[in-house]
């Protein structure tokens, strides 16, 4: 990914908290060449590790452990309209956000290691008071259906490009403008970028 | 992209339709096994073809044209609770929505067919009544520092994954629980896939 350098994220807290918040992830691997892409979920779990699973039937689910995994995780992005701008003279732009991940995979294939992952899982994405899944109601059924998978990033490159090369008014009025049509959480996300982040 | 045939989209025009309103784009190439990634927009124009561009020193801007170029076209998505449905005895799910295409690049190199891309491409996301690149005011200058591109399609899948093998008061259900959860535009999404889309 091309990234410039105002709109590249360093901050190690901030990029995982970004990959915990946006979990449904893109796989991409290139078997002999072969581009395969799957949209899964991609938690990061209360130990830091990342866990995902694929459907058996996924050929993706039979990649090597020594095969490059390319995994991004994305974010709030929105048309900027120069029409937005308090100054003059700018050019449309994409504003986006996206985490990209270099590593591995490493498969789970004990059922019940998979099982314990999965319930954890679960509890990740369904938050503190959510549903869970138990035993004795047939959510075990899944388990030979899906391959679990650690994934392990071993080079990890933010970019958050929201507008901080411009002017703190024109910000401020792109801003403006991505609420009046609303697209109210990616305002947030822009904000947060240009007042915390780097 | 493993896709279920429940999901599996095959009306052309819904398709290509999805891709028009979806034109933030993942742009994936593999060259030599290496796996670079870009987010772009890629715009269906009023002649059915793609056109996108992206910034010369980005390492993507020199691939060659026979390398095979991935481009994911992306929708809307959710995380399902299995507390939404009806029905007892359901598992969590994530549905999403997108196009993915195979197929090549070719790059426009003339400054004067970048310049009239660009101003269609402009008028394109910004709509009818929207903010239009003119003459005479510096919108030329960006001209030098992108490389404009054809991306021609070879093949396409499409998945809207969106519970189309669940029972209808389960879809209902579901359409409901997003709505009451703030995403309004996912269930409109996925009423309209189960109404009319296959």
Redesign the interface.
């Known amino acids: 990914?091309?990234i410039?350098e105002h709109f590249r994220i360093a901050n190690r807290e901030e990029i995982e908290k970004f990959m915990f918040n946006h979990p449904?992830a893109?796989l991409?691997?290139?078997r002999k060449?072969e581009?395969?892409?799957?949209?899964?979920?991609i938690c990061r779990f209360n130990d830091g590790k990342y866990y995902g699973h694929?459907?058996r039937?996924?050929?993706?689910a039979d990649i090597a452990e020594t095969d490059?995994a390319?995994v991004?995780f994305?974010g709030p992005?929105a048309?900027i309209?120069?029409?937005w701008y308090a100054s003059e003279?700018n050019?449309?732009t994409?504003n986006?956000s996206?985490v990209?991940c270099?590593g591995k995979v490493a498969f789970i294939d004990s059922p019940e290691n998979a099982w314990s992952l999965l319930k954890e899982m679960?509890a990740i994405?369904?938050g503190q008071t959510?549903?869970r899944?138990t035993e004795g109601?047939?959510?075990r059924r899944?388990i030979p259906h899906i391959r679990f998978f650690e994934f392990l990033p071993e080079r990890i490159d933010a970019q958050f490009k929201f507008s901080q090369n411009k002017r703190s008014d024109d910000i401020a009025a792109i801003i403006d403008g991505l609420k009046g049509s609303g697209q109210k959480n990616t305002a947030e996300f822009m904000a947060h970028v240009n007042r915390s982040v780097s």
Not at 35 to 41: A, K, R
Not at 57 to 60: F, S
Request: charged share 5%; proline share 10%; hydrophobic share 45%.
């Open positions: 990914m091309f410039p449904f893109t991409i691997t290139a060449g581009i395969e892409v799957s949209h899964l979920p694929m459907a039937l996924n050929t993706q490059p390319y991004i994305s992005h048309y309209t120069p029409a003279v050019l449309p994409w986006f996206a990209h270099r679960v994405l369904e959510g549903w899944l109601h047939g959510h899944l």
